[in-house]
């Protein structure tokens, strides 16, 4: 429960962001056989591009499906919903905070959560974007960004997890993937150019990890093998289907 008188104190003391206003779209989004796509605004036609999201989330569907065996389909319906509902919560609190706004009520877990990644949240400054949809012609895919700000005074791509502990860096290449593909969806779009991703992961342990990559181009080339593969698997389940 918290308490009354340190609630109050924190939003004395609480550092206010400054916020950068950014010309973006707003997409809207619909879920299609199970992938989410995004409308894209265009002249001559309706134009939909599928969610980067749907992209690296195929890429390690083997992986997916693989630990689903592993734990049982029971357990691992537990464990994903609990896993969803803790990051859900964890992130409407980081979004009020570095928006200004008064903190929404949580559960202790989110909330703890949230309390020990403070101290990271507070190098973040220049915001110009938080839930903010992008999208790639090149690419042809979309998606929604955490959050794109300075992050210890570097113009960054941020994104926001939460685990049961930290995870090793190589268990982690598709969250750098879909940082680098929003970072590419930017620069396409307004010309900024990012200087590094950055993931602020939260963990039950008490652990607060951030995990920063500068090598932006490694991920991009990563990205093109990803949407291939997309590409490659979803031709071939259609023309099975015809």
């Not at 429960?1 to 707003?26: T, V």
């Not at 113009?155 to 750098?176: A, G, M, Q, T, V």
Request: hydrophobic share 35%; aromatic share 12%.
């Amino acid at each position: 429960m918290s308490n009354p008188l340190i609630d109050k104190w924190n939003s004395i003391n609480r550092k206010k962001f400054n916020h950068i206003d950014i010309n973006l779209p707003a997409l809207e989004r619909e879920t299609i056989d199970g992938i989410r796509y995004y409308k894209i605004p265009s002249e001559n036609e309706l134009k939909k591009f599928v969610s980067v999201t749907s992209v690296t989330s195929h890429y390690n569907k083997e992986k997916f499906v693989s630990w689903r065996k592993r734990v049982g389909e029971e357990k691992a319906n537990q464990i994903t919903k609990a896993a969803t509902t803790r990051g859900t919560a964890m992130h409407s609190l980081i979004e009020s905070y570095i928006l200004n706004e008064d903190l929404p009520s949580a559960d202790p877990l989110p909330k703890f959560l949230f309390d020990i990644a403070k101290s990271e949240l507070d190098k973040i400054d220049n915001i110009i974007a938080i839930e903010r949809s992008l999208y790639s012609d090149y690419f042809k895919i979309a998606g929604t960004v955490d959050t794109i700000a300075d992050y210890d005074g570097k113009l960054s791509i941020i994104d926001y997890k939460s685990s049961e502990k930290p995870k090793p860096r190589e268990w982690i290449e598709n969250y750098f993937v879909q940082a680098a593909a929003y970072c590419f969806m930017l620069k396409e779009l307004t010309g900024k150019e990012v200087e590094q991703l950055v993931i602020i992961m939260s963990c039950e342990n008490g652990e607060v990890v951030t995990y920063i990559e500068t090598d932006i181009e490694k991920y991009i080339k990563l990205l093109v093998k990803y949407v291939k593969k997309f590409t490659y698997d979803k031709l071939k389940e259609y023309e099975s289907i015809r």
